[in-house]
T-cell receptor, first 110, second 117 residues
């Protein structure tokens, strides 16, 4: 079955701390994976994507993600979180159409 | 680049009326556009996929006679919610996928908040 799982529904980190958001996928072929961010009442903004090649992908706003085929994971990381990073984060798998994870709400403490 | 707009950003209508939402790709041509629905605190639910010049493909459980989709050009798709009822109130988001080979990336609009009274 094709699926995306984001195990953490809600994460709270202090401003300046590092961040890792988890994403696991299930797919029989080479995955095309994406991370999107959504601020309240807004659409989704593409942070980064993985198609092939280098397994460490750099994105916008200082985010990066690492694709690990052996673990079926595509975790999102940021070394130092800013208050403006508070939002909803979605991991997605492209199977011809996007399959989204449930989303992770990031709260940033001052 | 890769900007997608939606209009209106919010709309309030009376039960029984129809509402049209536009989705435009502003700086690229989109052979395929997607329409999603999002309930509060939930993920996106794909409603339909539309390809320019052809009929939309609806996901299981989505009423095609209620949610009319037209993709008349490479930069414009419209979603019309016909005879809207309060249960149709939701956040509707479109996305567009470019014509470039192997990009396979969807770019999302800002969403439209529909409230049916």
């Amino acid at each position: 079955a094709q699926s995306v799982t984001q195990p953490d529904i809600h994460i709270t980190v202090s401003e300046g701390a590092s961040l890792e958001l988890r994403c696991n996928y299930s797919y029989g072929a080479t995955p095309y994976l994406f991370w999107y961010v959504q601020s309240p009442g807004q659409g989704l903004q593409l942070l980064l994507k993985y198609f092939s090649g280098d397994t460490l992908v750099q994105g916008i706003k200082g985010f990066e993600a690492e694709f690990k085929r052996s673990q079926s994971s595509f975790n999102l990381r940021k070394p130092s979180v800013h208050w403006s990073d508070a939002a909803e984060y979605f991991c997605a798998l492209n199977t011809g159409k996007l399959i989204f994870g449930q989303g992770t709400t990031l709260q940033v403490k001052p | 680049g890769a900007v997608v707009s939606q209009h209106p950003s919010w709309v309030i209508c009376k039960s029984g009326t129809s509402v049209k939402i536009e989705c435009r790709s502003l700086d690229f041509q989109a052979t395929t556009m997607f329409w999603y629905r999002q309930f509060p605190k939930q993920s996106l639910m794909l409603m339909a996929t539309s390809n320019e010049g052809s009929k939309a493909t609806y996901e299981q459980g989505v009423e095609k006679d209620k949610f009319l989709i037209n993709h008349a050009s490479l930069t414009l798709s419209t979603l019309t919610v016909t005879s809207a009822h309060p249960e149709d109130s939701s956040f509707y988001i479109c996305s567009a996928r470019g014509v470039e080979a192997h990009t396979d990336t969807q770019y999302f609009g800002p969403g439209t908040r529909l409230t049916v009274l």
